[in-house]
């Protein structure tokens, strides 16, 4: 049987970096957008609904596409959309092209992320937990560089020049046509993957979409709302990316620990651990501030974001037969319902003010834990992998 493959893993990684840097430019822009059109916070929060709507909703049809016929052209396709879309964001003459700019990119996520996640799973062998792990952290790499990248070109050249947000998603697009013979060699074909089928669990995988959407409100309300709320307290848009940054940059940090962690652990338990601690450090961030306050969100992104990978591999164990589906489910319902919060957490923020907002990301945590303790545990069968191959 073959082994974990870092060459694949290394390059859906950086599709991976490349599609989640275009995705995390969005929340960063989202202040120079708001001074731009004069927008309010659900306005603004509109923005994230409408990304999310078209990079989740239609990621589960993506995943039935890859289990039934194989999509691997949507690895360097999904890429490229991702990559005009963004570009074109700063460029937009008003409010609603910035809405149809965003929609573009987010097709491009939804189209790459279910047959990657796939293929990183049939390159992760027995070890699917840390394989899963070095998948994720090229996303949330990908998270924390758009932030640092989109405030910087604005900073130095003006809203236009964040149409350079392109450039990296379009160059790796072109790496991932490249590789695509190579990563084509993992796919174990539709005979195998009669054979690796196990019992599916669906209300196990119910569960975990609700314990995913409820870590899903309180992150996606921290992305859009924590650069606002700073600019509120009187800070720079410029700091509040900057503990964006912080926050996505420790969790890619935290994915290199989460998953040789599961794989000895076990999923579950690394899984309810992250979600006991999330809560406490938002509160934490709100009543501290500062340095501590820094502190508390990097070690928030460690938990959230560090995990994202280990969702991903329990849905998939808990729906063997079709693994593209679940990994279109995992991922696409955490940043649709994240969308939906932040409209909402927007609308608060508008009616009360935006602490109170950031008070209930920290409540919601709290609900996924005592969910999360009711999660059977996974099974891996070891029948995933594809038969070895000579490199």
Avoid at 45 to 57: D, E, K, P, Q
Avoid at 165 to 174: E, K, M, T
Avoid at 225 to 251: K, W
């Amino acid at each position: 049987m073959r082994g974990l493959s870092t060459r694949a893993l290394g390059t859906l990684s950086a599709g991976h970096l490349a599609t989640d840097f275009a995705s995390g430019s969005v929340p960063a822009l989202l202040p120079f957008l708001v001074d731009e059109f004069d927008l309010s916070y659900a306005a603004a929060g509109a923005v994230m609904l409408v990304w999310a709507t078209a990079s989740s909703v239609v990621q589960p049809l993506f995943g039935l596409w890859s289990d039934r016929r194989g999509a691997i052209w949507l690895l360097p396709g999904g890429l490229v959309l991702a990559g005009i879309g963004i570009g074109l964001v700063p460029l937009a003459s008003s409010y609603a092209l910035v809405l149809v700019f965003v929609a573009v990119s987010g097709l491009g996520t939804a189209a790459y992320h279910p047959e990657a996640s796939k293929f990183a799973a049939f390159a992760s062998g027995a070890r699917r937990a840390s394989g899963m792990s070095l998948f994720s952290i090229g996303g949330n790499m990908g998270y924390a560089l758009g932030p640092i990248v989109a405030t910087a070109l604005v900073v130095t050249l003006g809203l236009g020049g964040a149409v350079l947000l392109a450039v990296p998603p379009l160059a790796v697009a072109g790496v991932l046509l490249a590789a695509t013979p190579f990563l084509r060699s993992f796919d174990p074909g539709r005979a195998a993957a009669r054979e690796r089928r196990g019992e599916d669990r669906p209300r196990a995988v119910a569960l975990l979409m609700t314990v995913i959407a409820c870590r899903s409100l309180a992150w996606f309300g921290l992305l859009s709302f924590v650069p606002l709320y700073e600019v509120s307290l009187g800070h720079s848009e410029a700091y509040g990316n900057r503990l964006l940054a912080i926050m996505l940059v420790a969790g890619g940090v935290g994915t290199l620990a989460a998953g040789p962690a599961a794989d000895r652990l076990g999923l579950r338990p690394v899984l309810v651990a992250s979600i006991a601690a999330t809560g406490p450090l938002i509160a934490l961030y709100l009543l501290s501030g500062g340095v501590p306050g820094a502190v508390a969100l990097a070690l928030v992104g460690v938990c959230v974001t560090g995990t994202f990978g280990l969702t991903m591999v329990m849905s998939q164990e808990y729906m063997p037969s079709r693994i593209g589906l679940a990994s279109g489910i995992s991922i696409g319902l955490s940043i649709g319902l994240g969308g939906v919060a932040a409209v909402g957490l927007g609308a608060l923020a508008d009616q009360v003010d935006l602490e109170s907002a950031l008070w209930l990301c920290a409540a919601a945590p709290v609900l996924a834990f005592a969910l999360a303790l009711r999660l059977p545990s996974t099974r891996f069968a070891a029948r995933t992998e594809p038969e070895p191959i000579t490199l």
